[in-house]
């Protein structure tokens, strides 16, 4: 019913940025909350940022609070995460997600029906 596309990931720097995208198809993205999550190597997926159905609320983890902003633009089904003072650390596959029960998200990944296949973010030092 909805497929989400991630785009955005790739190569930067230790204190670059980058800007990841969201866009979903099958049903305009204003029906659901959207979370960011992201996946490091032999790590489990955690969770990173949510966003409300209108934008007008959001949330992070404290590992990217102060760095990252979660964002969207209901118009283009789409939903955003800026980046920014990247870390090694943030090395990982980043995911973006659906949750049409909750209009605030949550923080589980079981809180979320629909997800994307992921975009690659590779930090070096």
């Known amino acids: 019913q909805v497929q989400l596309v991630e785009s955005g990931g790739g190569l930067v720097q230790a204190g670059g940025s980058l800007r990841l995208s969201c866009v979903a198809t099958g049903r305009a993205v204003d029906n659901y909350a959207m979370g960011w999550f992201r996946r490091a190597p032999g790590k489990e997926r955690e969770f990173i940022a949510r966003?409300?159905?209108?934008?007008?609320?959001?949330y992070y983890a404290d590992s990217v609070k102060g760095r990252f902003i979660i964002s969207r633009d209901n118009a283009k089904n789409t939903v955003y995460l800026q980046m920014n003072s990247l870390k090694p650390e943030d090395t990982a596959v980043y995911y973006c997600?659906?949750?049409?029960?909750?209009?605030?998200?949550?923080?589980?990944?079981?809180?979320?029906?629909?997800w994307g296949q992921g975009t690659q973010v590779t930090v070096s030092s």
């Open positions: 997600a659906a949750d049409v029960r909750n209009p605030y998200g949550t923080h589980y990944e079981s809180g979320y029906e629909y």
């Open positions: 966003i409300s159905r209108s934008g007008g609320w959001t």
